[in-house]
């Protein structure tokens, strides 16, 4: 369709776009990112040309790119892209492009700018779609997984226990989404409970743990016994077998089972 399309000139720039677009979908979904990308590139292209630079779907072709480059490890496209979009006062899906920004920076291990972005995208797709929306899925998963990283248990419990609930709302039957609700629950719970046992430290664990353990000199050399006292009752070599302390059975005594006991 694509090739049809491009091919005749008559066809309206507004097709060209849709056709271009549903590829490149389905590109991204392959796995075939390089391809995916370069069509998102000329759909924007084709929706400036057709709708202009402020048209919503010349800013969606701009979030595609950038998430594109984000998932193929190019961080540097992906917050110039993304970071452009926020300062577009026109453009109104402000809540994925904070999430994906908060992905960003706790891939770069800023969990602090991660969760700022992340709770900012959270209130934004609230407003817009309702609290247990599933476009809330990613974001919350996403400080789900910052929370659990720097092991702030509590927290990331409450996100899990969210992820559920959406999950729940959307379908009964267990499907993909739910699949990572519930994992992320189980985590939580986990993380929570060896939280609990870890910092249940006893007194005499404490006590020692201040104790100095220190290696005197000639440790290694040394005579272990030189200043022990040796008052034992029973020496090593006072054990033996008495009454019948005699030499192993012959062949015949083994036959005839003689001195069995």
Do not use: W
Not at 95 to 123: F, K
Not at 212 to 219: L, T, W
Request: glycine letters at 6%.
């Amino acid at each position: 369709a694509a090739s049809i399309a491009e091919s005749d000139p008559d066809a309206p720039r507004h097709l060209k776009t849709r056709i271009h677009n549903r590829l490149a979908i389905v590109l991204a979904r392959k796995g075939d990112r390089v391809a995916a990308r370069k069509e998102f590139v000329l759909v924007k292209d084709l929706a400036v040309a057709t709708f202009g630079e402020n048209h919503q779907r010349a800013f969606n072709a701009e979030a595609n790119i950038a998430t594109i480059c984000l998932d193929m490890g190019d961080n540097a496209c992906a917050r110039e892209r993304f970071e452009g979009l926020l300062n577009e006062p026109k453009y109104n899906n402000r809540g994925p492009v904070l999430a994906h920004l908060g992905r960003l920076e706790a891939e770069e291990g800023n969990l602090e700018l991660a969760e700022e972005r992340l709770r900012e995208s959270i209130e934004v797709l609230s407003k817009r779609h309702g609290p247990r929306a599933p476009q809330l899925s990613s974001a919350r998963l996403e400080l789900y997984n910052v929370l659990h990283t720097a092991r702030r248990y509590e927290e990331a419990l409450t996100q899990a226990e969210e992820l559920v609930a959406i999950a729940d709302s959307v379908t009964q039957e267990p499907n993909r989404k739910s699949g990572f609700a519930y994992h992320a629950l189980g985590g939580a719970l986990l993380g929570v409970r060896l939280l609990q046992v870890i910092l249940t430290v006893p007194l005499v664990a404490v006590q020692a743990l201040h104790q100095r353990i220190v290696e005197h000199r000639h440790v290694t050399r040394g005579d272990p016994h030189l200043a022990g006292q040796d008052d034992r009752a029973v020496e090593a070599h006072h054990v033996v077998a008495r009454g019948d302390h005699v030499a192993p059975p012959l062949l015949l005594d083994v036959l005839l089972e003689l001195h069995t006991q």
